[in-house]
C-alpha cells in the first residue's frame, strides 16, 4: 500500500536550517507530483511546496519562497524540503503528500520548532 514517511525534523534556532525527507513507498513515485504541508499549532495545514513527477517544476509558498527548496531523487523514491534561514513562524509539523489514483495520501508528519 502507498506510504508516506517522514524524517528529520527538530529543535533549530532562528536562521538555521534543516532538510527534510520524505521516503515513499507503495506507487510509481516517478509518475506522481509531490508536496509538502505544514500545519502550525491552532492553524490550518498549509501548502509549502510542491514538485511535478520529473521535479523539472516547483512552487512554492509566498512565506517560503527564497528559503526552502523542495527536490526529489526519483531513484531512491524520496522527496525533501531544504529549509533555510528559518523563523519561528516555520514552528510546524510538516506532512509529506501525494495523491495516487485520485486517493490522498499523508505521511505522520514531522515536527519542525524555531526557537532560540
Known amino acids: 500500500q502507498v506510504q508516506l514517511m517522514e524524517s528529520g525534523g527538530g529543535l533549530v534556532q532562528p536562521g538555521g536550517s534543516l532538510r527534510l525527507s520524505c521516503a515513499a513507498s507503495g506507487f510509481i513515485f516517478s509518475r506522481h507530483t509531490m508536496s509538502w504541508y505544514r500545519q502550525a499549532p491552532g492553524k490550518e495545514r498549509e501548502l509549502v511546496a510542491t514538485i511535478t513527477s520529473g521535479g523539472v517544476s516547483t512552487n512554492y509558498a509566498d512565506s517560503v519562497k527564497g528559503r526552502f527548496t523542495i527536490s526529489r531523487d526519483n531513484a531512491k523514491m524520496t522527496v525533501y524540503l531544504q529549509m533555510n534561514s528559518l523563523k519561528p513562524e516555520d514552528t510546524a509539523v510538516y506532512y509529506c503528500?501525494?495523491?495516487?489514483?485520485?486517493?490522498?495520501?499523508w505521511g505522520q508528519g514531522t515536527q519542525v520548532t524555531v526557537s532560540s
Open positions: 503528500y501525494s495523491q495516487v489514483i485520485l486517493r490522498k495520501y
